[in-house]
Structures are given as structure tokens and as C-alpha cells.
């Protein structure tokens, strides 16, 4: 079973228009979860992450996501988008395996957001 | 500011040839990871190592090999090259054991097999 789902591949929105980008988790896995961005021709880098406490994380650049565990969901949100937000974005989840307890992360598919003037 | 380079932004080779892909990480990283990154499946597990001269598989470690001889590279190996091999690799490094700590990525080589 898939680890993490990322429901849309493909995400475009009018500049300054709110945008969600969905993901879900398996309840199987971990609870810590990330959110990466990838610009244009650059590595990804974290956006933001939840490992325990408040539900509500936020990012310094304006995004925000909502741990749901009822849901197993991680969704990704901004409430007015800007050209420079133009990206793909990764939702990833930890996940433990072998005997030893080793630990790596598992991104989605990725979705690509692109902002109309 | 963490910064991982990788040797080549682009690289086209032949079917059967022996492909080395380098990263270096100036930040005396722990742990370095290899993935590899394709339209629709999102980034994918090659191998990692926690330490000198240690290597771990990941989802898909066929078809490649690792070589991590100093702290601060971490080299992908493609031993005989074939067409389902052309994408994107990342490389990436962590400071400490453990996925919860933040990965830093490079800008990635974008390999063509022909």
C-alpha cells in the first residue's frame, strides 16, 4: 500500500487565489510528516514539517498544513498565492523498516503548482 | 548555509557503460542519501549511508551500487548503464540518524541513457 498519496499531479491557480494541495497518509505509518518544494532547476528543499504538538504548522513564506489524523490527511494550504510560489511539491511521511528500526522517508508524487497572472 | 553539489547537472552515456554520479556535502553530515526522481512517482530510495564505508539499500537499489570512502562524499554507481536508468538523481544529507531530521538536498543530475 502506498505510504503517501498525493491526489492532484497537476495544480493551476490564478495569482493572489487560495490553493490546497492534498495529501494523504497511510495509518500504517508514522505520524511525522514534511512537506518539500522544488523550484525551477533547484533541489528540494523542507517547507515545513509536523512531528508532534499543535496540528496547525506554518511556513515563513505564508503556507500552512493541518495534521488530520481522523482523516490521515496533510493538506497543504495558502491563502494567496504569488508567481515566485510556482513549484512542485512534495508531501513525505517517515517510515521504519528492517529489524534494526532504521528510518527513511517516503515522498508522494508530487504536484506541480503553477500560477497564472 | 549547507550546501551539496553534485558533479554534473547533465549527463548523457551509452547503454553498457559504467556511470559514477558524485556528491559532496560541506557540512560533516552523518548520513547521505541517493534518490532518484521521475514524473508521477515522486522521489524514490536508492540507497543511503549512515556513516563512512556503511551503505544501506533503499526501495529500488537494483541495477546500482554506493561507495562512501570519506564523510563528506557519497557516490552513485551505475555499473553497466541501461535506457530505464534515464532520470533525475538527488542526492541529499542529514545531520543525524533518523528521517525526523531535516534533508538537504543538491540540484540534481539529469542522466540520459542512450
Known amino acids: 500500500a502506498q505510504s503517501v498519496t498525493q491526489l492532484d499531479s497537476q495544480v493551476p491557480v490564478f495569482e493572489e487565489a487560495p490553493v490546497e494541495l492534498r495529501c494523504n497518509y497511510s495509518?500504517?505509518?508514522?505520524?511525522?510528516l514534511f512537506w518539500y518544494v522544488q523550484y525551477p532547476n533547484q533541489g528540494l528543499q523542507l517547507l515545513l514539517k509536523?512531528?508532534?504538538?499543535?496540528?496547525l504548522v506554518e511556513s515563513i513564506n505564508g503556507f500552512e498544513a493541518e495534521f488530520n489524523k481522523s482523516q490521515t490527511s496533510f493538506h497543504l494550504r495558502k491563502p494567496s498565492v504569488h508567481i515566485s510560489d510556482t513549484a512542485e511539491y512534495f508531501c513525505?511521511?517517515?517510515?521504519?523498516?528492517?529489524?534494526?528500526?532504521?528510518?527513511?522517508?517516503?515522498f508522494g508524487q508530487g504536484t506541480r503548482l503553477t500560477i497564472n497572472p | 548555509d549547507v550546501k551539496v553539489t553534485q558533479s554534473s547537472r547533465y549527463l548523457v552515456k551509452r547503454t553498457g557503460e559504467k556511470v559514477f554520479l558524485e556528491c559532496v556535502q560541506d557540512?560533516?553530515?552523518?548520513?547521505m542519501f541517493w534518490y532518484r526522481q521521475d514524473p508521477g512517482l515522486g522521489l524514490r530510495l536508492i540507497y543511503f549511508?549512515?556513516?563512512?564505508?556503511?551503505?544501506e539499500k533503499g526501495d529500488i537499489p537494483e541495477g546500482y551500487s554506493v561507495s562512501r570512502e570519506k564523510k563528506e562524499r557519497f557516490s552513485l554507481i551505475l555499473e553497466s548503464a541501461s535506457t530505464n536508468q534515464t532520470s533525475m538523481y538527488l542526492c541529499?544529507?542529514?545531520?543525524?540518524?533518523?528521517?525526523?531530521?531535516?534533508?538537504?538536498f543538491g540540484p540534481g543530475t539529469r542522466l540520459t541513457v542512450t
Open positions: 541529499a544529507s542529514s545531520l543525524f540518524p533518523g528521517a525526523i531530521y531535516e534533508q538537504y
Open positions: 495509518s500504517s505509518v508514522s505520524v511525522y
Open positions: 509536523y512531528l508532534s504538538g499543535s496540528t
Open positions: 513525505a511521511v517517515i517510515v521504519t523498516f528492517g529489524v534494526q528500526g532504521a528510518q527513511k522517508l517516503v
Open positions: 557540512m560533516d553530515h552523518e548520513n
Open positions: 549511508s549512515y556513516d563512512v564505508k556503511m551503505k
